[in-house]
């Protein structure tokens, strides 16, 4: 198992400081610490993206002995990845509340607010993460910001999205295509002041689908990897 240390959160890394192998390194340490957490018979959200395929692997691994667990994805990618590797994947109306959901993100602040959504699949991850009675974060020690920034993800219909845009401000449709929901990706590039207030004004927004400021009460914990080791912060949502 990886280390774990209780120590406070070191200086923030940026990306720059750090070369790919290792963010891939710190995400395969987050991703295998959550993988312990999974027990057979579980019901398990799996996020979407690059840390998340560490966990898929390390999943992957115990499919042998994960036979009554069941999982459901987030994205049809993660789906297809948990399928190869032998995994249970269900639709999460089959499966209904989730044991846990584990996910990546794309920013963390210090009070445990996350920005998601830089793979578009923001709108499903948010989902699945309220589904789970407990929902960990995992990410590289990098990912971890003394302030949000933007981008905010925001997924949005197709019916009147310039209008849908224009109400938004500073908002760009992404050059991707449309989300499995038949929706369109966008990012907010404004100021992240006050995320709360953010998160309010995009959800309002008619139009806006779903937004990837996620609060920290929908978060039970943040599994961080850095070059310290990995460190497990509380999130702000109480076990139940
Ligand atoms: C996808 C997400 C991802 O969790 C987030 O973008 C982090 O991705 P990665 O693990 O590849 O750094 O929200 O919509």
Avoid at 20 to 36: C, G, Q
Avoid at 61 to 73: I, K
Avoid at 133 to 143: D, H, L, M, N, P
Wanted: proline share 6%; hydrophobic share 45%.
């Amino acid at each position: 198992m990886a280390s774990d240390r209780a120590s406070e959160a070191p200086a923030p890394l940026s990306r720059e400081d750090l070369d790919p192998a290792t963010i891939a390194r710190f995400k395969d340490a987050a991703a295998r610490a959550a993988a312990e957490l999974i027990q057979d018979g579980m019901r398990v959200g799996l996020g979407t993206g690059s840390t998340v395929a560490h966990l898929l692997s390390a999943l992957g691994e115990r499919a042998g002995e994960l036979t009554r667990a069941r999982f459901v994805a987030t994205s049809p990618a993660t789906a297809a990845v948990a399928r190869e590797l032998g995994l249970t994947v269900e639709e999460l109306d089959e499966v209904g509340e989730l044991d846990i959901g584990i996910d990546g993100a794309d920013q963390v602040d210090p009070a445990g607010w996350l920005v998601k959504g830089g793979g578009g699949a923001h709108t499903r991850e948010k989902i699945v993460a309220a589904s789970a009675r407990r929902f960990v974060v995992i990410v590289s020690a990098e990912k971890e910001v003394a302030r949000l920034g933007p981008p905010v993800p925001v997924e949005v219909l197709r019916f009147g999205v310039q209008r849908t845009l224009s109400a938004l401000g500073d908002t760009r449709l992404r050059d991707v295509g449309a989300s499995p929901d038949g929706n369109l990706i966008a990012d907010y590039a404004g100021p992240v002041t006050d995320a709360r207030a953010l998160a309010d004004r995009l959800s309002a927004t008619p139009g806006v689908v779903e937004h990837g400021l996620f609060p920290p009460e929908m978060v039970s914990e943040i599994i961080v990897a850095g070059a310290d080791g990995v460190r497990r912060r509380a999130g702000g949502k109480p076990p139940s």
